[in-house]
């Protein structure tokens, strides 16, 4: 199954071979569960959208019109169940894009502060920031998974760092002056 390509295993998919959709899952799953993540900031929601999406695609997999855009396709579906779940979850105080640290455990003070500055990155930063840093994905993998060039991820990549130094730097000083 490793050496199929995703279009390979796509077309098998589709003729009903639970393997081949197998293998799409395990190739597939880290990157959704780090577009979901983006959006949702709580790691086991994040899991879950990711589970609902292959299960949406599996059901689906005959909608799907070319074989060579599936995982664009499964992108959009996680996006969608993750602003789903976050629809849901939302009470009138909730703060769109907030991290959920009830799930998560305490770490450093530092480590906790880069995850703040990323969580605060709009969400196109935030997807290509969690998926090559946080998940080791390579920028053309990146790029795949978000429909978008290498040079593209390389740019959000680049703007996002700025943004999060800047972040750091602004806090720290407000800490400093506390």
């Not at 196109?124 to 060039?149: P, Q, T």
Request: net charge positive; proline share 3%.
């Amino acid at each position: 199954m490793k050496d199929l390509t995703d279009c390979q295993l796509v077309e098998a998919a589709r003729r009903g071979d639970v393997d081949s959709f197998a293998a799409l899952y395990e190739r597939n799953y880290a990157s959704m569960v780090s577009v979901a993540y983006s959006l949702l900031g709580d790691c086991h929601l994040a899991e879950d959208a990711a589970q609902e999406a292959f299960a949406i695609a599996c059901r689906d997999m005959g909608r799907l019109r070319r074989a060579d855009r599936f995982v664009s396709w499964l992108r959009g579906i996680c996006r969608n169940v993750a602003k789903g779940i976050r629809r849901s979850r939302m009470t009138p105080s909730a703060v769109e894009g907030a991290p959920s640290r009830a799930d998560e455990p305490s770490d450093s003070r530092s480590d906790g502060a880069v995850r703040e500055a990323v969580m605060a990155l709009p969400p196109r930063y935030r997807e290509v920031v969690l998926l090559h840093y946080f998940n080791g994905i390579s920028h053309k993998h990146v790029a795949g998974v978000l429909g978008i060039s290498p040079e593209a991820v390389h740019g959000r990549l680049v703007r996002a760092r700025r943004k999060i130094a800047a972040h750091l730097k602004y806090n720290s000083r407000s800490r400093e002056q506390s």
